[in-house]
């Protein structure tokens, strides 16, 4: 049902700043910009997938649900966009899982500086059906620009998105079972909790439990990103030079990898940059 994460939408409430700070981090120039239906928007799309940033424009009503957001949950993520390549049956298969899926629309989206047109077919999942999350699907046929690389040191692609779940038996059966995502670890620790990866793609969508005193019944949240680059020593000092305020590069906890944390210039999204280990496609 799912080829891939299409998407992550991440709210704001200044588009410019957003648009500059994000473009300093990933060392790509934004590529597409579209203004429509209460909110601006500016995408980066990487090796495999797309950042969406999103801000309220004009009084209307959609702009005011944009707002209402903000408001709610502060600028962070905000939401999920799954690839695939039938939506008339991802639809069906969604109803069938009580996962209750909006109608499906027909959405067209034209870029304001080259006039270029992307058209595609979406629906949502009930987020009370997901856990808290926002879960969107859609299918298009036209691959988006890539945005270009601005110098050394840029962000390739995404690693995976981190979700926090107060119950890791109904989170393992939302993207597991129902969702179809492939589970690729699945490791208790005492001290930090309960660890799945379901493959996506090109990536991973990691799913993280906490011990402690949590409701079980508490909504799932977004947690996180995580970017890759092909050398973190060059993304490193590339970032601080820019006054990016960055972690000191240590050794991460899959075997071979080394990481770095981003404190600043991710609108409220806790992002952190790996460099894979040898064998990782780049």
Same mark, same amino acid.
């Given at each position: 049902?799912? /080829?891939?994460?299409?998407?992550?939408?991440?709210? *704001?409430?200044?588009?410019?700043?957003?648009?500059?700070? $994000?473009?300093?981090?990933?060392?790509?120039?934004?590529?597409?910009?579209?203004?429509?239906?209460?909110?601006?928007?500016?995408?980066?799309?990487?090796?495999? *997938?797309? %950042?969406?940033?999103?801000?309220?424009?004009?009084?209307?009503?959609?702009?005011?649900?944009?707002?209402?957001?903000?408001?709610?949950?502060?600028?962070?993520?905000?939401? %999920?966009?799954?690839?695939?390549?039938?939506?008339?049956?991802?639809?069906?298969?969604?109803?069938? %899982? *009580?996962?209750?899926?909006?109608?499906?629309?027909?959405?067209?989206?034209?870029?304001?500086?080259?006039?270029?047109? %992307?058209?595609?077919?979406?629906?949502?999942?009930? /987020?009370?059906? *997901?856990?808290?999350? &926002?879960?969107?699907?859609?299918?298009?046929?036209?691959?988006?620009?890539?945005?270009? &690389?601005?110098?050394?040191?840029?962000? /390739?692609?995404?690693?995976?998105?981190?979700?926090?779940?107060?119950?890791?038996?109904?989170?393992?059966?939302? $993207?597991?079972? #129902?969702?179809?995502?492939?589970?690729?670890?699945?490791?208790?620790?005492?001290?930090?909790? &309960?660890?799945?990866?379901?493959?996506?793609?090109?990536?991973?969508?990691?799913?993280?439990? #906490?011990?402690?005193?949590?409701?079980?019944?508490?909504?799932?949240?977004? &947690?996180?990103?995580?970017?890759?680059?092909?050398?973190?020593?060059?993304?490193?000092?590339?970032?601080?030079?820019?006054?990016?305020?960055?972690?000191?590069?240590?050794?991460?906890?899959?075997?071979?990898?080394?990481?770095?944390?981003?404190?600043?210039?991710?609108?409220?999204?806790?992002?952190?940059?790996?460099?894979?280990?040898?064998?990782?496609?780049?």
């Amino acid at each position: 049902m799912i /080829t891939g994460l299409d998407h992550v939408v991440v709210l *704001t409430g200044d588009i410019a700043a957003a648009s500059a700070a $994000y473009e300093t981090l990933f060392a790509r120039a934004p590529s597409w910009r579209n203004r429509g239906d209460g909110a601006d928007r500016v995408l980066f799309t990487l090796d495999n *997938t797309t %950042l969406e940033l999103l801000a309220p424009h004009g009084d209307d009503a959609a702009a005011q649900r944009v707002r209402s957001a903000l408001a709610t949950q502060g600028e962070g993520l905000a939401s %999920l966009c799954f690839r695939t390549s039938d939506i008339a049956k991802t639809h069906r298969r969604l109803e069938r %899982l *009580t996962l209750k899926p909006e109608p499906v629309a027909e959405v067209e989206s034209s870029d304001e500086t080259s006039g270029a047109v %992307l058209s595609w077919k979406r629906t949502r999942a009930a /987020t009370d059906a *997901t856990r808290g999350i &926002r879960m969107f699907f859609l299918e298009r046929e036209q691959e988006r620009p890539l945005s270009v &690389r601005t110098s050394p040191g840029s962000i /390739t692609a995404m690693d995976h998105v981190v979700v926090a779940t107060a119950d890791p038996e109904r989170g393992a059966a939302l $993207y597991g079972a #129902r969702l179809g995502l492939d589970m690729a670890l699945d490791r208790s620790h005492p001290d930090w909790g &309960r660890l799945m990866f379901f493959r996506c793609g090109d990536l991973i969508v990691e799913v993280t439990h #906490r011990p402690g005193k949590v409701d079980s019944n508490a909504p799932d949240r977004l &947690r996180g990103l995580c970017w890759r680059v092909a050398d973190i020593e060059a993304t490193h000092a590339r970032l601080a030079a820019a006054g990016v305020d960055v972690s000191e590069i240590r050794t991460g906890r899959k075997p071979g990898t080394r990481v770095m944390t981003v404190r600043s210039g991710t609108s409220g999204v806790p992002t952190l940059l790996v460099q894979p280990s040898a064998g990782k496609g780049e």
